[in-house]
């Protein structure tokens, strides 16, 4: 199924990528007539950006990723079988003069990682990839992140306030001897047991990502989850639930990664240097604008997740809730500077020198001679930009 929403058709003569836009458009889009619209103050396609810069997710459809939904207009193609939607890119309003493409990630790509998307499919410009995730495939997928859209990554451990009332973090569900239930291969729990935080027999890595044994147990378990969207869906959309749960992001108890960075192949560097130069700062700005003011994107996610129809349930609620959370906890914010969307290299160091030693012993070698400033850049964010 291909589903275009267009209130005008973009007839834009320079840009190859729009073609297909407009050739998909509905007949209602032509009756209106044709606008005409011209590049703005930023010409990504001047600055040699590919014509349709496609950036592979992580996930489904959701309010992290509202940076990218926010480089979107009202005029764009749904196609709900490949799981992308494609539209012109717009920095603050204005239109760059190439495409953007926003494939999702996870079910829409057999869980796939996206690193390893990105190298299956030459089309991919760029693919969100954790920090720790680029290190630990520093050999087989190399990747340089360019652009941080999230100073924490979101990931928590949560509990139930009522069960640990005097459990204020993840330290203290190891000192109360909590099971914690996690997702198999999670490197921040490997880490929270080698440094002591957790102990090994705690660990219960046969959870599947449902709520059953959670709301089954009473809460005397603690679980993994994502601060911006279980502690919502937990308290108002999981009805055999239906109260509030305590967290700590896993960035705070000392796992320093960056989520989702926006990453390329290391050759990218060089071949698109011009065209990285010019992109980067507007996915700075366009983080910014989001957050504030988050309706528009937020009203595509919704509408993409209901296209793509991979039992992802997403409503309104998460996506308010999302936003808010991810302010009030730092998730989204400038780093220890006034920019958003940078690196700290001491953060990434002492991420590489957690992760390093994890990686060997699981006879998963990072890349001989790879440096933890290998697989991250400054070079193309603007520090002017930040919230």
């Known amino acids: 199924?291909?589903?275009?929403?267009?209130?005008?058709?973009?007839?834009?003569?320079?840009?190859?990528?729009?073609?297909?836009?407009?050739?998909?458009?509905?007949?209602?889009?032509?009756?209106?007539?044709?606008?005409?619209?011209?590049?703005?103050?930023?010409?990504?396609?001047?600055?040699?950006?590919?014509?349709d810069i496609t950036i592979q997710t992580d996930w489904n459809p959701q309010a992290e990723h509202g940076h990218l939904y926010n480089l979107l207009s009202d005029a764009y193609t749904i196609d709900s079988d490949a799981m992308t939607v494609t539209g012109p890119l717009f920095a603050s309003g204005e239109y760059t003069g190439v495409d953007l493409?926003?494939?999702?990630?996870?079910?829409?790509?057999?869980?796939?990682?996206?690193?390893?998307?990105?190298?299956?499919?030459?089309?991919?410009?760029?693919?969100?990839?954790?920090?720790?995730?680029?290190?630990?495939?520093?050999?087989?997928?190399?990747?340089?992140?360019?652009?941080?859209?999230?100073?924490?990554?979101?990931?928590?451990?949560?509990?139930?306030?009522?069960?640990?009332?005097?459990v204020t973090d993840i330290a203290g569900l190891g000192e109360a001897g909590a099971t914690i239930r996690a997702f198999p291969g999670r490197t921040y729990i490997d880490y929270f047991v080698g440094v002591g935080t957790l102990k090994a027999e705690q660990i219960d890595s046969t959870y599947d990502g449902t709520p059953a044994v959670f709301v089954n147990e009473g809460g005397k378990v603690a679980q993994?989850?994502?601060?911006?969207?279980?502690?919502?869906?937990?308290?108002?959309?999981?009805?055999a639930w239906g109260k509030p749960v305590d967290y700590q992001l896993i960035n705070d108890a000392g796992y320093p990664t960056y989520a989702a960075v926006v990453s390329v192949k290391p050759e990218t560097i060089t071949e698109y240097a011009d065209c990285l130069t010019a992109l980067v700062p507007?996915?700075?700005?366009?983080?910014?604008?989001?957050?504030?003011?988050?309706?528009?994107?937020?009203?595509?996610?919704?509408?993409?997740?209901?296209?793509?129809?991979?039992?992802?349930?997403?409503?309104?609620?998460?996506?308010d809730f999302s936003v808010e959370t991810q302010l009030n906890d730092g998730i989204a914010s400038n780093g220890p500077d006034d920019t958003v969307g940078n690196f700290d290299s001491d953060r990434v160091q002492a991420l590489f020198d957690i992760v390093?030693?994890?990686?060997?012993?699981?006879?998963?070698?990072?890349?001989?001679?790879?440096?933890?400033?290998?697989?991250?850049?400054?070079?193309?964010?603007?520090?002017?930009?930040?919230f």
């Open 224 to 239: 993994q989850g994502f601060a911006s969207a279980e502690p919502y869906i937990y308290e108002f959309e999981v009805e």
């Open 101 to 166: 493409t926003i494939a999702s990630g996870g079910p829409a790509i057999g869980f796939s990682q996206p690193n390893a998307q990105m190298y299956a499919d030459d089309s991919i410009f760029a693919a969100y990839v954790g920090a720790d995730e680029a290190i630990a495939h520093s050999g087989d997928l190399p990747t340089v992140g360019v652009f941080a859209p999230l100073e924490k990554d979101p990931q928590m451990i949560m509990w139930d306030p009522a069960t640990y009332p005097d």
């Open 282 to 319: 507007v996915l700075q700005q366009a983080t910014v604008d989001y957050y504030a003011d988050p309706a528009m994107a937020n009203e595509l996610i919704l509408t993409l997740v209901e296209e793509y129809d991979t039992g992802w349930v997403y409503s309104q609620g998460v996506a």
């Open 1 to 51: 199924m291909r589903m275009t929403r267009t209130r005008a058709t973009i007839a834009i003569g320079l840009v190859v990528g729009s073609l297909a836009l407009t050739a998909c458009s509905s007949p209602a889009a032509e009756e209106e007539g044709t606008t005409e619209i011209t590049i703005g103050a930023i010409d990504l396609a001047a600055a040699g950006c590919p014509a």
């Open 356 to 386: 390093h030693p994890i990686y060997t012993a699981a006879e998963h070698p990072v890349a001989e001679g790879v440096t933890a400033t290998d697989i991250y850049t400054n070079e193309f964010v603007d520090p002017a930009i930040g």
